[in-house]
Protein backbone atom coordinates (compact mmCIF):
# COMPACT_ATOMS: atom_id res chain seq x y z
CA UNK A 1 0.00 0.00 0.00
CA UNK A 2 1.48 3.34 -1.15
CA UNK A 3 2.21 5.62 2.07
CA UNK A 4 2.18 8.76 -0.03
CA UNK A 5 0.12 11.36 0.78
CA UNK A 6 -0.53 15.24 0.37
CA UNK A 7 0.41 15.52 3.85
CA UNK A 8 3.51 13.73 4.16
CA UNK A 9 4.77 13.25 0.57
CA UNK A 10 7.73 15.71 1.32
CA UNK A 11 10.97 14.51 0.62
CA UNK A 12 11.64 14.64 4.55
CA UNK A 13 10.08 14.94 7.87
CA UNK A 14 9.70 18.50 9.27
CA UNK A 15 12.13 18.02 12.03
CA UNK A 16 14.93 16.47 13.16
CA UNK A 17 13.54 14.82 16.61
CA UNK A 18 16.16 14.27 19.33
CA UNK A 19 14.73 12.67 22.39
CA UNK A 20 16.97 14.01 25.91
CA UNK A 21 14.69 12.62 28.83
CA UNK A 22 11.83 9.63 28.62
CA UNK A 23 10.35 8.17 31.55
CA UNK A 24 7.08 7.97 32.74
CA UNK A 25 6.64 11.04 34.12
CA UNK A 26 8.30 13.47 31.23
CA UNK A 27 9.46 13.83 27.98
CA UNK A 28 11.60 16.20 26.97
CA UNK A 29 12.77 16.70 23.49
CA UNK A 30 14.35 18.97 20.91
CA UNK A 31 13.44 19.86 17.74
CA UNK A 32 15.14 20.97 14.92
CA UNK A 33 12.70 22.14 11.99
CA UNK A 34 13.06 22.16 8.36
CA UNK A 35 12.50 25.45 6.92
CA UNK A 36 8.74 26.04 5.76
CA UNK A 37 7.49 22.31 6.29
CA UNK A 38 4.31 21.92 8.27
CA UNK A 39 4.23 18.84 10.70
CA UNK A 40 0.77 17.38 10.61
CA UNK A 41 -1.87 17.92 13.13
CA UNK A 42 -1.29 16.09 16.26
CA UNK A 43 -2.26 16.03 20.05
CA UNK A 44 -0.39 14.75 22.62
CA UNK A 45 -2.32 12.00 24.00
CA UNK A 46 -3.33 12.13 28.03
CA UNK A 47 -0.04 14.71 28.25
CA UNK A 48 0.88 18.82 28.19
CA UNK A 49 3.03 20.77 28.30
CA UNK A 50 5.26 23.38 26.84
CA UNK A 51 7.09 24.30 23.58
CA UNK A 52 10.08 26.72 24.35
CA UNK A 53 11.27 28.54 20.79
CA UNK A 54 14.30 29.03 21.54
CA UNK A 55 15.72 29.94 17.98
CA UNK A 56 13.24 31.17 15.14
CA UNK A 57 9.93 31.45 14.55
CA UNK A 58 6.77 29.74 13.93
CA UNK A 59 3.00 29.60 12.71
CA UNK A 60 1.04 27.56 15.38
CA UNK A 61 -2.75 26.86 14.52
CA UNK A 62 -5.11 25.23 16.47
CA UNK A 63 -7.91 22.49 15.68
CA UNK A 64 -10.94 21.45 16.88
CA UNK A 65 -11.99 17.84 15.63
CA UNK A 66 -15.73 16.54 15.68
CA UNK A 67 -15.39 13.32 14.23
CA UNK A 68 -15.86 14.00 10.80
CA UNK A 69 -14.09 17.31 9.99
CA UNK A 70 -10.84 18.78 11.28
CA UNK A 71 -11.48 22.33 12.06
CA UNK A 72 -8.83 25.63 12.36
CA UNK A 73 -9.85 27.50 15.18
CA UNK A 74 -6.85 29.84 15.58
CA UNK A 75 -3.38 31.04 14.38
CA UNK A 76 -0.77 32.72 15.65
CA UNK A 77 2.90 33.84 14.89
CA UNK A 78 5.37 32.84 17.54
CA UNK A 79 8.99 34.19 17.12
CA UNK A 80 11.81 33.29 19.33
CA UNK A 81 12.49 33.75 22.54
CA UNK A 82 8.92 32.29 23.49
CA UNK A 83 6.70 29.48 24.97
CA UNK A 84 3.88 27.76 23.95
CA UNK A 85 1.10 25.78 26.39
CA UNK A 86 -0.31 23.06 25.02
CA UNK A 87 -3.16 21.29 26.92
CA UNK A 88 -3.86 17.54 27.20
CA UNK A 89 -6.01 16.88 24.11
CA UNK A 90 -5.12 19.91 22.41
CA UNK A 91 -4.58 19.51 18.78
CA UNK A 92 -2.29 21.57 16.60
CA UNK A 93 0.35 22.03 14.09
CA UNK A 94 3.30 24.20 13.47
CA UNK A 95 5.12 25.34 10.67
CA UNK A 96 8.62 26.77 10.93
CA UNK A 97 9.39 30.07 9.35
CA UNK A 98 13.13 29.43 8.31
CA UNK A 99 15.56 27.93 11.00
CA UNK A 100 14.07 26.93 14.25
CA UNK A 101 15.22 24.97 17.25
CA UNK A 102 12.14 24.03 19.91
CA UNK A 103 12.28 22.08 23.22
CA UNK A 104 9.54 20.22 24.21
CA UNK A 105 8.40 19.33 27.78
CA UNK A 106 5.77 16.96 28.42
CA UNK A 107 4.12 15.79 31.45
CA UNK A 108 3.43 12.56 31.82
CA UNK A 109 5.71 11.30 28.54
CA UNK A 110 3.32 11.58 25.29
CA UNK A 111 1.88 7.70 24.69
CA UNK A 112 -0.34 7.36 22.05
CA UNK A 113 0.20 10.10 19.61
CA UNK A 114 -2.58 10.84 17.16
CA UNK A 115 -2.03 12.17 14.41
CA UNK A 116 -4.73 13.20 11.89
CA UNK A 117 -4.32 12.56 8.19
CA UNK A 118 -6.18 15.13 6.27
CA UNK A 119 -5.86 13.66 2.79
CA UNK A 120 -6.79 10.07 4.09
CA UNK A 121 -9.45 11.41 6.47
CA UNK A 122 -8.36 9.49 9.55
CA UNK A 123 -6.59 9.41 12.75
CA UNK A 124 -3.57 7.69 13.13
CA UNK A 125 -2.40 6.59 16.88
CA UNK A 126 1.25 6.63 16.33
CA UNK A 127 4.30 4.47 17.14
CA UNK A 128 5.74 6.58 21.12
CA UNK A 129 8.96 7.16 18.60
CA UNK A 130 7.20 9.10 15.69
CA UNK A 131 7.38 12.44 15.20
CA UNK A 132 3.57 14.69 14.47
CA UNK A 133 3.29 13.31 10.96
CA UNK A 134 1.95 11.05 8.74
CA UNK A 135 4.26 8.35 9.05
CA UNK A 136 5.73 7.18 5.50
CA UNK A 137 6.59 3.73 7.58
CA UNK A 138 3.18 1.74 8.10
CA UNK A 139 4.69 -0.31 10.96
CA UNK A 140 4.48 3.18 13.38
CA UNK A 141 0.74 3.16 12.66
CA UNK A 142 -0.43 1.29 15.66
CA UNK A 143 -4.28 2.25 14.99
CA UNK A 144 -6.42 4.45 12.47
CA UNK A 145 -9.74 5.50 12.27
CA UNK A 146 -11.63 6.57 9.52
CA UNK A 147 -13.53 10.20 10.20
CA UNK A 148 -17.25 9.88 10.26
CA UNK A 149 -19.31 11.64 7.09
CA UNK A 150 -21.29 13.46 8.82
CA UNK A 151 -20.13 15.31 11.87
CA UNK A 152 -21.20 14.74 15.24
CA UNK A 153 -22.55 16.82 17.62
CA UNK A 154 -20.30 19.24 19.56
CA UNK A 155 -20.74 21.38 22.17
CA UNK A 156 -19.76 25.11 21.23
CA UNK A 157 -15.88 25.78 21.28
FE1 LIG B 1 2.71 19.29 19.28
Known sequence: MSESTAIDDASRDPYARTLLVADPDREILVMRWV??????????????GHVHVLEG????RRYRFDGANLEPISERHVVAPAILEVGPGEIHDMRAIGTTTTVHVYRP???????????RRE?????????????????LVRAREAWSSTPTTMPPA
Open 57 to 60: ALVE
Open 35 to 48: ADAWCAPHDHGEAG
Open 109 to 119: RVLGMRVYDLA
Open 123 to 139: TLVVSDDCGAWVPRDAS
